[in-house]
């Protein structure tokens, strides 16, 4: 049996650190994930090189809000007029009026990166979006895709689990595992801490769901296939306890943002530093500075987590 699932690279910032999913059966498609509006060349690509028609296309599924996985939404609403958008209920006012996350995300790449990163985002009419319930199901050519909300990376965040092909889309509830990680003696895959309702005890609990489900395999926005998910569960809990140590030290230290930053920054490079030696995997400089922007990134996350924690203890219940 042929493989259901195309793995689209839409070559965010660099190639294969983000992908989209275009999914299958009988005469009926769903894309999962569609990253950014500079990604709609290699998404339509896809359905070309597939045979699919417009028509075909039933279903446009975003695990959740973030631009660099639903950036696109509103375009493929307008090229695909019969799909609907099918979004958790936090991520669906948003893509119904994305005007809060457009002025969020603006403040922090200003005018000029967000319009090189993410370009236009359109809005998705109300009666175009899907809200399905925590454990629910909808049939994508009479196979059930089944819907898991998973909190830890966003609250507004859900994975989806083909249970034909036993296949979890995992968007970032499973970490990140791109394929330059993979070129050890053992592959490295990582938790995902970006801004901004990064959750650690949540974490765990959306990587213990995941591997419960016992799938073949999962799906990773970033990036592709993982097939070892007993493997992936292990060095997620491993890794996010380590993590959890940076945060705790955050949390005990009278510093401003800035320090706090500084701090989780030099503790995730030791951290990727240390992982990548022990599997002999030795990045490029092109290759770090790509890494280099998740490292940025996560830092951010668990410092904005930490920062809010503290204000929650300084006021007291």
Known sequence: MADPVTIIDCHYVYPQTAAAFLLGYKDEYAFIENNTTHALPYLLKALEERGVGKEQVKYIIITHVHLDHAGATGHLAQTFPLAKVVAHPRA??????????????????????????????????????????????????????????????????????DEADQTVYTGDSFGIGYPLLQKGS?????????????????????????????????????????VDVEFGRKELHRLLLEIEEIYKDILSRDISYEQAHSFAQAGFERLFSRELERRGIYPSDEEWKMLGIDLNINAQGLVFSAMRQKKKNHEGP
């Open 92 to 161: 669906a006012r948003h893509v119904i009026d994305p005007s809060r996350l457009i002025q969020s995300a603006r403040q922090v790449y200003g005018d000029e990166l967000f319009d090189k990163l993410y370009g236009q985002i359109l809005p998705v009419p109300p009666d175009r979006v899907l809200i399905p319930e925590d454990r629910s199901m909808l049939y994508l050519g009479g196979v059930a895709l089944r819907f898991f909300y998973t909190r830890g990376h966003a609250n507004h965040h859900f994975v989806i689990f």
């Open 186 to 226: 053992f592959p490295f895959i990582y938790p995902s801490t970006t801004p901004t309702d990064f959750d650690p005890e949540e974490a765990h609990k959306s990587y213990d769901l995941i591997a419960d489900l016992k799938p073949r395999r999962v799906m990773l926005t970033h990036f592709g296939e993982w």
